[in-house]
């Protein structure tokens, strides 16, 4: 994928310096507030829940995954969970208050549906402002029609190289 005019690796770049310092300025707010020990263990406590939590949805959402490939399901809703997932824990992972309810928000099960939508919502915005649409990568999405018919199961077809080059093989 080629960026254009490298501006959302601008934007990335901004957003690496921009949290950390974002998650410092409201570290200090909450511990003048209500103390460092007090902040400190709501951090702790935070870390803890969410490597909890991770644990429980990771196993959950890698079943998921594997329920639907053993029963031969695409699985698009489940590989969406896993992603939403490991994104939560990583945002558990680093310190602060903002990532963490961010994390929380990525692995709780009530809420990830929601946040499902929202990630695909500007996911479908992005790509569509790239040009591509859904469905524009399907070939017959663009009127193509494959002429056939349908074979009950049992019945045997046979086809001869001479009815595959005529392009009308014969029951």
Partial sequence: MKLRSGWPLAVFVMLLVAIPIFEVYV??????RIGVLPTVA?????AVIGA???????????KALDDAFRGG???????????????????????????????????IPFTRPFARKVVAFFLARRLSRAG??????????????????????????????DQIES?????
């Fill in 27 to 32: 570290l200090v707010q909450v511990g003048q």
């Fill in 42 to 46: 709501i951090l702790v406590v935070e």
């Fill in 52 to 62: 909890w939590l991770l644990r429980r949805e990771g196993s959950r959402a890698w």
């Fill in 73 to 107: 399901r695409i699985p698009s809703g489940e590989l969406a969970d896993a992603a939403l997932v490991l994104v939560g824990g990583v945002l558990l992972m680093l310190p602060g208050f903002v990532t963490d309810v961010l994390g929380l928000f990525f692995l």
């Fill in 132 to 161: 591509l649409v859904p469905g524009s990568l399907n070939p017959y999405a663009r009127g193509t029609v494959v002429e056939g018919e349908v074979v009950p199961d049992g019945e045997t077809v046979t086809v001869s190289p």
């Fill in 167 to 171: 392009g009308r093989p014969q029951a």
